[in-house]
T-cell receptor, first 116, second 113 residues
């Protein structure tokens, strides 16, 4: 049974370039989360979706970051333009959302982004 | 302002002994707490959770204790095994909006032979 799939696993780019990270949640899950892990700030929630609708994007650092979920099986996190301080590991997670909150979140393996 | 704090960045424990990882939180509205475990180059995996209506939850070698008055929780691993070497994240949420989980900064646990 496939877990959360993220691509690419590693991305090296130059400052100013556009970066797109991809995520395929676990089939049947209807909540999707994007996290960023850095040494300074630890693991922080950037944005999450319930039933493909963005619910809370208060963690998105600035307008250079955007996330979409066009359908239940795919989401993207885009950074345009990228900056060296965006270098981090980006995790996608999914869970099953019910009226009384979400079930356990399952994380993907992460994308390690390096912006030179 | 960190709402979930893990003040020990690392911990070393001898194999077979008890590992105790600690976590403090500041938001008294949190009512659901979780521990995640993370190996290098992998995403965090759920380990154990506890609701604020309980003060203890046990799952095999893992037990989580919650002290609401002190806003403190701890994870006990007994006995510690080499495979337990990983980074452990404490996390908290408002169960009414359990989608949003706030993570601590993590504690790296090393089990030495």
């Amino acid at each position: 049974d496939a877990g959360v799939i993220q691509s690419p696993r590693h991305e090296v780019t130059e400052m100013g370039q556009e970066v797109t990270l991809r995520c395929k949640p676990i089939s049947g899950h209807n909540s999707l989360f994007w996290y960023r892990q850095t040494m300074m700030r630890g693991l922080e929630l950037l944005i999450y979706f319930n039933n493909n609708v963005p619910i809370d994007d208060s963690g998105m650092p600035e307008d250079r970051f955007s996330a979409k979920m066009p359908n239940a099986s795919f989401s993207t996190l885009k950074i345009q333009p990228s900056e060296p301080r965006d270098s981090a590991v980006y995790f996608c997670a999914s869970s099953y959302y019910r009226d009384r909150g979400s079930d356990t979140q399952y994380f993907g393996p992460g994308t390690r982004l390096t912006v030179l | 302002d960190q709402q979930v704090k893990q003040n020990s960045p690392s911990l070393s424990v001898q194999e077979g002994r008890i590992s105790i990882l600690n976590c403090d939180y500041t938001n008294s509205m949190f009512d659901y707490f979780l521990w995640y475990k993370k190996y290098p180059a992998e995403g965090p995996t759920f380990l154990i959770s506890i609701s604020s209506i309980k003060d203890k939850n046990e799952d095999g070698r893992f037990t989580v204790f919650l002290n609401k008055s002190a806003k403190h929780l701890s994870l006990h691993i007994v006995p510690s095994q080499p495979g337990d070497s990983a980074v452990y994240f404490c996390a908290a949420s408002l169960y009414s909006s359990a989608s949003k989980i706030i993570f601590g900064s993590g504690t790296r646990l090393s089990i030495r032979p």
